[in-house]
């Protein structure tokens, strides 16, 4: 038989293929041994391919390290680092048991970068990877285990793993964070379990606490009353398995594929939850407020709301320590006794002045303050009691589960809870009670009839205000509303009470100083109704102010609508408002600074588009995803955007999305699906045909713009940047052609140098072509998409050619003869009128 028969071409072709065959699985081991190294091209697989073990570099890094990842989730999830504190510089390293019996990891030169130090290992040593995620040494002969990576956690803890803490012995199992998303190194956050009496968890940041869980109640740590009954099974505190030592145990959560617990690298502390679904979410973080800080208010000061904006007080019977530095917003120096204490610091006579006796004072709902003593008694008035004849007590709490706690010196960390809370005895001087004790019954009479009084005046006075209030807000422009920056700023529907909406209100000449008079160099960028300029408040919050020009088409009724709406919305992938500010001509608003401006700023310039990754482009599409289905579904209003586009697109410090410009939103009620307009406004190339040919608008509308702004994405160019000249008239005709001839992977974005999945590529076109069909009713609702998105559905349906593009509509003639419209192709918001 010749060799250029055609059956010994396709034979040889088959052995030759059947020989690769083992060297697609060579990469995948099971054991490490003295013989069988881990290198830099092989991971080590736990026996059910949850987890591995390899050799990986973070992002935007050179540096090598050793971890432990999940194997099927996606982006990497590293749980344990090997060599956080010495990464490999060159790809010569392996991973192997040293003729000591120890794990070793060598460099290209064979030196030990990092290694177990058992003191006493086997020679017959062999390394797995459990299905528990742990890196385990172990004596092949006995089956013992030598050593385990749960014994040197980096800055997670997995189901079945512990934390540890005796200060007696040394002994300690500490979450110590990264020091940065991409830097697997020590940070500066480290968490842990002191065993104190009753225990508490506490995150640190160097040597001073950031946050602490509150005493354990041997169901739940009483600081976090958010825990719920599948949180709390996930979470348990053991003392006692050793002397002086407290342990921390988490299990997998209910509803989730895999569960973690995990200190970040901003020192936030996270009970993470994975379902296919979803990805990674949390179900529960802290801190995330100001008043979760510790120590935010000083020492007897209590944090006032659960809320982003850090407000304090002072207990009763305590004022300011520093006045002016408490009126500047600078909480930390606290509050010190108004009136002297009986006691006079004479620890075991509860009355050394003469007078009245101290009393203790019952404040509700608290977070208890730190650095409590325990007691052991038998009952909450032994506790009262124990407190009351020790003139060093300054308080105590009885608390179920705990038992007797009291405090010595100064109480330090309190706030108020949003929900649940502790009783806190506080011990004041007897001349602090307000409360009965009265001299004589006229004075009694007399109080009553002042406070009478003065409420029917408050209540005459409050009544007109509020009327002229409505008066000037609703029947005049708003630009007539009042200035003053004493009382929040309320708009009130005049048709329902429920559409009020109550905000800060700054006065025009603080915006003045934030922006330095809205100096150039401030500036952020230029929006469809003004400039947008960075500003600094009085407490140095860094913010984005949104001035509106005078020539600018966003009348009284968008300026309302932006107010009411994005005060009412709450969600991550939303901007929040933090206030406005109406006077004379000028209307302003205030958002949270976002330091990566908006999507456009990188997507379109030539220099900066490399920086999106493909990661970061995934999250920012489904990021968006999830603020539209919130904004459709999962609010408290169902609210249609009107004008998403990459430009109302802002990117946090994180590169993470969040939906502004809420202008031209609408309101559905109740079961509407359908609005209409006389008045079509929005940007062209994100418009859906039925709203801009017959102003009809719904959850659909938004789902076509949502479709441009993910081909957008992906192809990093803008929808209205073809011209006559281009091979396509438009970005949906662009992305059809690329569907049909490369499953839309060959439209990517260049700058992305094949540096990206494409089936992923593929998949994020096939949802964009879904979003921008013809017919509303093709196109799927944001609660598909994010199904789409999260790889829940894994065939998606078939688009359809869109025939609808820009340029078709503005070369018709029988459209602009029937129309007033006046088109413009650039950034910003344009208004386009036509007759229904």
């Known amino acids: 038989m010749s060799r250029r028969d055609p059956c010994f071409k396709v034979a040889f072709l088959w052995v030759f293929l059947f020989n690769l065959l083992p060297l697609a699985y060579c990469s995948v081991i099971y054991n490490i041994t003295s013989s069988t190294p881990v290198l830099p091209d092989q991971n080590l697989n736990s026996p059910r391919q949850i987890f591995e073990l390899g050799f990986f570099t973070p992002n935007d890094s050179h540096f090598q390290y050793v971890g432990i990842w999940f194997k099927e989730v996606s982006p990497r999830t590293v749980i344990w680092v090997a060599n956080r504190e010495k990464p490999i510089t060159n790809s010569s390293a392996s991973l192997t048991i040293g003729s000591d019996g120890n794990f070793w990891l060598l460099d290209g030169q064979k030196t030990i970068i990092w290694s177990t130090n058992v003191s006493n290992p086997s020679n017959d040593s062999i390394g797995l990877l459990s299905d528990d995620g742990l890196f385990v040494l172990k004596n092949s002969q006995t089956g013992n285990n030598l050593w385990d990576s749960s014994q040197d956690p980096t800055d997670t803890l997995l189901p079945g793993t512990w934390l540890a803490f005796n200060e007696t012995n040394g002994y300690r199992l500490t979450l110590n964070s990264w020091k940065s998303e991409n830097d697997p190194s020590p940070g500066d956050f480290t968490a842990n379990v002191p065993p104190q009496t009753p225990p508490q968890a506490i995150v640190w940041k160097g040597s001073k606490p950031q946050w602490r869980s509150g005493p354990w109640d041997k169901t739940k740590f009483i600081g976090i009353p958010e825990m719920d ?78 809320e982003p904006n850090l407000t304090c007080r002072c207990l009763k019977g305590f004022v300011p320590k520093s006045n002016e530095e408490w009126t500047k917003g600078n909480w930390s120096g606290g509050c010190v006794r108004r009136s ?64 007797c706690l009291v405090w010595a010196g100064n109480l330090v960390d309190m706030h108020e809870l949003p929900l649940g809370g502790q009783d806190l005895f506080l011990r004041l001087a007897h001349s602090e009670l307000d409360d009965g004790n009265q001299n004589t019954k006229v004075k009694i009479i007399v109080g009553i009839i002042t406070v009478l009084t003065v409420a029917i005046i408050a209540a005459l006075i409050y ?69 947008v300029y960075k500003g600094k408040l009085l407490d140095g919050k ?13 009348g009284p009724e968008e300026f309302k609508n932006e107010v009411m709406l994005i005060s009412k919305l709450q969600h991550r992938n939303l901007v929040r408002l933090i206030g406005c500010c109406i006077e004379g001509g ?26 999106l990754d493909w990661n970061k482009r ?8 999830r603020g539209l289905l919130y904004l459709h579904r999962d609010s408290c209003l169902r609210v249609i955007h009107r004008d998403l586009k990459v ?16 202008g031209l939103a609408r309101i559905f009620e109740g079961t509407q699906d359908l609005g209409s307009t006389h008045r079509v406004v929005g940007t062209l190339g994100y418009m859906a045909p039925e709203y801009l040919l017959g102003g009809i608008y719904s959850e659909k509308s938004d789902v076509f713009g949502f479709g441009v702004l993910i081909l957008e994405i992906v192809s990093g160019r803008k929808a209205n940047s073809f011209q006559n000249h281009d091979q396509h008239m438009s970005l949906l ?44 009713a093709d196109r799927p609702t944001m609660a598909a998409i994010d199904s789409m998105l999260s790889g829940e559905k894994s065939k998606l349906p078939q688009p359809k050619q869109p025939t609808f593009t820009f340029q078709n509509v503005s070369s018709s003639s029988h459209i602009q003869s029937q129309s007033n419209s006046t088109w413009s192709v650039n950034n910003v918001t344009e208004s386009i009128i036509e007759p229904r």
Request: aromatic content about 12%; some cysteine; hydrophobic content about 35%.
């Open 229 to 306: 009954a599948d949180y709390q099974s996930g979470l348990q505190l053991v003392d006692g398995l050793q002397p002086e030592t407290a342990y921390l145990n988490v299990s997998i959560l209910r509803n989730c594929s895999y569960s973690m617990f995990k200190v970040s690298s901003m020192g936030v502390l996270r009970f993470l939850c994975w379902a296919r679904q979803r990805g990674w979410y949390p179900r529960w973080e802290a801190p995330i407020t100001p008043c979760e800080v510790y120590g935010a208010c000083g020492s007897f000061g209590v944090c006032q709301r659960y």
């Open 340 to 403: 002297e204490l009986s006691c006079g610091g004479n620890t075991s006579a509860t009355n050394t002045r003469g007078g009245s006796p101290d009393v203790f004072l019952k404040i509700g709902g608290l977070r208890l303050p730190d650095s409590s003593d325990f007691l052991k008694v038998w009952d909450e008035n032994e506790c009262h009691q124990q407190c009351l004849n020790n003139c060093s007590c300054s308080g105590y709490a009885y608390v179920s589960g705990i038992g």
């Open 463 to 531: 009544s007109f205000w509020k009327w002229r209030a409505k008066k000037r807000v609703m029947i005049k422009d708003p630009t007539d509303a009042s200035t003053d920056t004493s009382q929040p700023f309320v708009w009130r529907s005049p048709s329902e009470d429920k559409d009020s909406v109550e905000l800060p209100l700054f006065d025009f000449n603080s915006i003045i100083v934030a922006t330095n008079n809205f100096d150039i160099e401030n500036k952020l960028g230029q929006g469809g109704y003004g400039p």
């Open 542 to 554: 860094d913010v984005a102010i949104k001035r509106l020009s005078s020539s600018s088409r966003q």
């Open 586 to 611: 000028e209307k302003i608003l205030i958002y949270e600074y976002m330091p990566n401006k908006s999507l456009d700023t990188y997507l379109f310039d030539p220099t900066r588009k490399a920086e």
């Open 618 to 625: 995934i999250n920012i599409i489904t990021g968006v995803a």
């Open 647 to 662: 430009s109302n697109i802002l990117l946090d410090e994180k590169m993470n999305p969040k939906i502004s410009d809420f």
């Open 733 to 776: 005709a662009y992305a059809w052609q690329s569907w049909c001839e490369s499953s839309g992977v060959g439209m990517i974005d260049q700058a992305l140098d094949n540096s990206f999945s494409a089936s992923e590529v593929s998949r994020c076109v096939n949802i964009g072509l879904l979003c921008v069909q013809d017919h509303s």
